[in-house]
């Protein structure tokens, strides 16, 4: 090498090392060291570009994956081959009347509520939802059929999860903790709409009454949609016979059957459009 040759420091270059720290995605997503890093780059991401949009509170749907819309449940049928494949294309297609309620809900919410009409630079009553199919797309769907803003909360899964088409993209976003998920569905939540579902709907919906049970929410207007559902599936008296919880409880929520129900339900609750929302408590 002579004098003049400059030597070479291209491994120096592209060392891992060498990249600046906002920009070694491999050292900020895999180090355990920078979990907390990562719990406040999730919650400062959606709370950012939630202020930016001016979502002040939302009315926060949840129900099942698995619900079908009729037209994806009549395809599903359709396509699949007689035996235990169609039953259960036909059992979970009985479901999807909770996907056109669930729509027809989150219409109503977003043209009545507030969604479409901010106040002072501030939307109040935006559906949110996980960002999935099933009952959490109709929800969507609904609010993009009358053209307000929607957000999908969604989760990275193992069998990945795509977000459903009809959440506004700038406010569908993706969590890698379900802990800052769970945050940030309930921190703005004005009211809670449950349709039918799964564990991940009772685990959802059991946490936000817990929440209000122990006070450290304010009181929440809370709807469950689907009558015969829910009285097969919990027996909340037998709780109240039990003495593990009290009968002023069950004050916490009503038990109806339609989308417009729940919309009246949580009405005279006392939820309104467009009425001064304090940040509630970092649950």
């Known amino acids: 090498m002579s004098n003049t040759e400059r030597p070479d ?153 795509q977000p459903n088409a009809y959440s506004t993209p700038d406010l569908t976003f993706r969590f890698h903790y379900f802990a800052m998920r769970k945050m940030h569905l309930a921190m703005r939540a004005r009211a809670l709409a449950v349709f039918p579902g799964g564990f991940g709907t009772m685990d959802e919906l059991f946490e936000l009454l817990t929440l209000q049970q122990t006070q450290k929410a304010s009181v929440t207007p809370v709807v469950l949609v689907g009558k015969a559902y829910w009285e097969s599936v919990i027996n909340f008296d037998a709780m109240i016979d039990s003495g593990l919880i009290e009968a002023d409880d069950l004050k916490i929520f009503d038990i109806v059957d339609t989308g417009a129900e729940a919309w009246a339900a949580l009405k005279a609750r006392g939820l309104k459009p467009a009425s001064p929302v304090q940040r509630r408590p970092v649950p």
């Open 9 to 161: 420091n291209s491994q120096q270059l592209h060392a891992p090392s060498y990249l600046l720290p906002v920009q070694d995605t491999d050292f900020l997503a895999n180090r355990e060291e920078l979990r907390g890093l990562r719990f406040a780059l999730e919650y400062s991401k959606a709370d950012l570009v939630l202020r930016d949009w001016g979502v002040r509170s939302t009315v926060i749907v949840f129900g099942s994956a698995r619900i079908p819309s009729p037209e994806l449940a009549a395809e599903r049928i359709a396509a699949a081959p007689a035996g235990p494949a169609r039953a259960r294309a036909e059992k979970l297609g009985a479901w999807s009347r909770y996907y056109q309620e669930a729509q027809a809900f989150a219409k109503l919410v977003s043209e009545e509520g507030g969604a479409l009409k901010p106040v002072e630079g501030w939307r109040d009553n935006v559906i949110a939802t996980g960002g999935g199919p099933g009952i959490m797309e109709a929800a969507n769907r609904g609010a993009h059929d009358a053209g307000a803003p929607s957000i999908g909360f969604n989760i990275t899964l193992p069998g990945e999860q």
